[in-house]
């Protein structure tokens, strides 16, 4: 049985304030470049605006917040630039834990683990346990993560735990969805990507069916708070029809 309810099988509930955003945190190497910086002072840079973030979604009250860090698509980078994410990502993940525990923040990562070094894999698996209890904010992680991979790591469990499925029809959404990496949290209300591309870029492809976008040419370093209000107050905007008609809408709420 799946935690929460899929958007295309029930109509889900909807508030003014999203209980899940999702961000694609892009524009770190420009904002850099502008500044004649390295690439990765941006990197380093960036940091910062995710601590702006969780707070902003503490105040807020929005329940889940998850940010794509790394796609399984970056390993195509340059070997110095993957090696400088990878130390700012354990240096991270190491430092920042107790702030995010003492905060109530649930820590979450999503994606695969066999490429990464054993210590990024062990301060990963700290870092969840020691915030594993708390209930203020659930921060997920999606570092060396694809859209893709998810759904056919998620097809392959299914089918190790259920070898005996006698018809492909009963391959449905309730059998796949409790496999995918994020099904602890509903699906995002809002998705925001910075840095002025308007493309997914493999992230949360089946998570995001009828998630409002939010595109914004403002790079991860300079988002803040104030941008984030912005992404709310279009999001709040938008009618969610969830394949409905307008009318249908307006009869359901009189
Ligand atoms: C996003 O910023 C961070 C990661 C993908 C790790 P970029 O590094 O993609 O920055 P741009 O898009 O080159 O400006
Ligand atoms: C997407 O950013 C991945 C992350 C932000 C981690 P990229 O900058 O790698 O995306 P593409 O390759 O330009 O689409
Ligand atoms: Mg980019």
């Not at 380093?44 to 973030?53: D, F, L, N, W």
């Not at 990963?124 to 209930?135: H, K, P, S, V």
């Not at 259920?162 to 391959?171: K, M, N, S, Y």
């Not at 925001?192 to 998630?211: C, D, H, K, P, V």
Request: aromatic share 10%; glycine share 6%.
């Amino acid at each position: 049985m799946a935690l929460f309810q899929s958007s295309t099988s029930a109509v889900p509930a909807v508030a003014s304030v999203p209980r899940h955003v999702a961000m694609i945190m892009d524009g770190n190497g420009r904002w850099a470049k502008k500044r004649f910086l390295p690439r990765v002072a941006g990197h380093k840079q960036g940091v910062e605006t995710i601590r702006e973030m969780v707070k902003a979604c503490l105040d807020l009250g929005v329940e889940y917040l998850t940010l794509f860090a790394f796609s399984s698509e970056n390993w195509r980078r340059p070997p110095d630039e993957v090696s400088f994410l990878m130390g700012l990502f354990i240096a991270a993940l190491e430092r920042e834990v107790v702030k995010l525990d003492e905060k109530n923040v649930r820590l979450r990562l999503i994606g695969r683990r066999d490429r990464f070094a054993p210590e990024i894999v062990r301060a990963i698996e700290t870092a969840e346990a020691r915030t594993q209890g708390n209930q203020g904010l659930t921060l997920t992680i999606a570092a060396d993560y694809g859209g893709r991979w998810d759904i056919l790591q998620a097809t392959r469990a299914l089918l190790r735990d259920r070898p005996d499925f006698a018809a492909e029809q009963e391959i449905d959404e309730e059998a796949l969805t409790p496999y995918l990496a994020m099904a602890y949290a509903p699906e995002p209300d809002l998705f925001i990507r910075t840095g002025g591309e308007a493309r997914i870029s493999n992230f949360l492809l089946w998570q995001l069916a009828y998630t409002e976008l939010y595109f914004t040419d403002v790079f991860w370093p300079d988002f803040d708070r104030g941008q984030l209000d912005l992404a709310i107050a279009s999001y709040r905007q938008r009618e969610r029809r969830f394949g409905r008609t307008s009318e249908q809408l307006k009869d359901a709420a009189c």
